[in-house]
């Protein structure tokens, strides 16, 4: 409350002893005056998306395709949730090293397979994004995809590229997560800081040991 004019002692009130209308204006002024610290926090932030998994309903259709090619060429089973995370390049010199004529064979059933795939939103994804549009922050899509696949992406939602400020794919850097150099890029192309950086991302195929190295 403001001090009273003249020599009177100003009176201290509870917000209990307020009449409700004084309480009312109370709060809406307190309400205004967070919603104000809350936006000026928020220019602060810049958020980092991955894409399949977080944005995209995709995780469990790429399960079922790199299970068949683990089956197929490897004699692997579960295949698909050993290379969760990793670009295909990654994946090719770990577990296709010196099979040239099969990764040959890979790319183009790859490729197939993405351009008929489903990219349904996970539920609340696109909203939420929105949301932070509204609010003025800054937002990337940072993922292992490569362009071909992001490219597919855009026709299913055009949307997309004007809601967010920046695409990072596997072509933007060499190391794919749990490494934090994808997110450490994107992080630069936003002109964020380490403090004032959010990244959303599903940890449910990353290792217990590795989840410290990719958080901090």
């Known amino acids: 409350l403001r001090p009273a004019t003249g020599s009177r002692k100003p009176e201290s009130r509870s917000v209990s002893a307020m009449t409700s209308s004084s309480r009312k204006l109370l709060f ?22 991955d894409f399949d998994g977080v944005i995209a309903d995709t995780e469990s259709q790429y399960t079922v395709f790199w299970d068949r090619i683990g089956l197929k060429f490897l004699g692997l089973e579960d295949f698909g949730h050993t290379i969760k995370g990793q670009t295909l390049v990654q994946i090719f010199g770990k577990h296709f090293a010196g099979m040239e004529e099969q990764q040959k064979e890979i790319v183009p059933l790859l490729d197939e397979f993405e351009r008929n795939m489903s990219y349904d939103y996970i539920p609340g994804a696109y909203e939420f994004m929105q949301s932070l549009k509204a ?3 800054p937002m990337a899509i940072v993922t292992s995809s490569n362009d071909i696949k992001m490219q597919q992406v855009h026709k299913a939602h055009p949307e997309l590229a004007g809601l967010v400020d920046a695409i990072l794919t596997s072509e933007h850097f060499s190391k794919s997560k749990p490494d934090p150099e994808c997110f450490l890029k994107g992080m630069e192309v936003l002109g964020g800081t380490p403090e004032g950086t959010v990244v959303f991302l599903s940890l449910i195929h990353i290792s217990e040991p590795t989840r410290p190295r990719l958080i901090s």
Not at 30 to 48: D, F, G, P, R, Y
């Open 28 to 49: 809406h002024q307190c309400h205004s005056n967070l919603t104000l610290v809350i936006l000026n926090e928020m220019k602060k932030l810049i958020a980092l998306f």
């Open 135 to 137: 609010a003025g922050v």
